[in-house]
């Protein structure tokens, strides 16, 4: 049984839910350009091994994780 200090981003990917500050769809021309700035930094984590990115997580480290799960798969799991 998982910790409720995680939450699964999909992929069999774990964070601990108290670093995540926005959850985001990364179709939107904002969170796009902030993907772009991060991996130009190396701050930018992709967990969907090729699917289709579904959501952007964003930490307060200050990175940027991507996920194939829906925002709202996402906040589901988080809130359950």
């Known amino acids: 049984m998982l910790s409720k200090e995680l939450i699964n981003l999909g992929r069999e990917s774990l964070v601990r839910w108290e ?13 796009r350009r902030l993907m772009k700035r991060y991996e130009e930094e190396g701050k930018l984590i992709d ?5 289709k990115t579904r ?3 964003i930490t307060d480290a200050g990175f940027i994780i991507l996920s194939p ?3 709202k798969t996402i906040a589901e799991r988080f809130l359950s």
């Open 55 to 57: 959501a952007a997580i």
């Open 19 to 31: 670093r995540i500050v926005v959850i985001a769809r990364p179709d939107t021309a904002p969170i």
């Open 69 to 71: 799960l829906r925002t």
């Open 47 to 51: 967990l969907t091994r090729g699917r």
